[in-house]
């Protein structure tokens, strides 16, 4: 996003809400009384988001998402850029099935389900699912709050439920990394496949070394630049498109280095 923002000759400001819905409204404010030229946001709440939106429109502050949409029917966003979540869930559910022996077996999901980018990943996930083994079953779906730690404790807890489990979907790379955790604890690494998202470095050291078996894998540098460009244009009086989507590739031991 930087690098693209200074071909433009733009300055980026960026700011981390630290998953705090109350932080980033007090950011946007603070981006209000600067006067920015535009706000770019990745709502940590989907609906709780959009007052903060409704007070950049007031102050005539364009605003743009990125990664994750603004779902609140309040607040006029010019432009969404986003990995296509559901086409990325559906990469991560083929992983699934090529991962289980059979295509057969109990799984479940450690999700996020009030953000809607996950929504879309569980949505493609399952219709993966559906399409290519129908005879995998989600027997769990558990908010693990998309956090390390919370998702390992929630993997405790589905480990003692189902005893059977074959495998293991973490809506983003802590909540397969905190499955992973909980799942190399129990001796299980070699029984059950996890799949994640987003394939950060740590995710792709743990799919090397073999206690994960793949990631659906997003290009933030594409969204990044793909939201500078629809800010430019905007600037110089063109209509960006309301959605711009990534499409999203998958990262399997094959691909480590």
Known sequence: MKARAAKYG??????????????QQSQVEDFISQKVAAIVLTPYDSQAIGSAIVEANKAGIPVFTADIANAAKDGKVVSHIASDNVQGGGQAGKLMCAGLPGHVGTIAIIDEPEV????????????ALKANCPNVTVVADIDGGGERAKASSVMDDILQSHKDLKGVFGINDDSAL???????????????????????????????NGTMYGDAIQHPDQIGAKTIDAIHDYFNGKTPPAKIAVDVGTFTKADAK
């Open 116 to 127: 809607t980018s996950v929504q879309d990943r569980v949505k493609g996930f399952k219709a």
């Open 178 to 208: 905190g499955a992973s955790k909980s799942v190399s604890a129990a001796g299980l690494s070699s029984k059950i496949v996890i799949v994640g998202y987003d394939a950060q470095p740590e995710a792709q050291t743990a799919i090397k």
């Open 10 to 23: 733009y300055t980026v400001n960026v700011v981390d809400a630290a998953r705090d819905n109350a932080k």
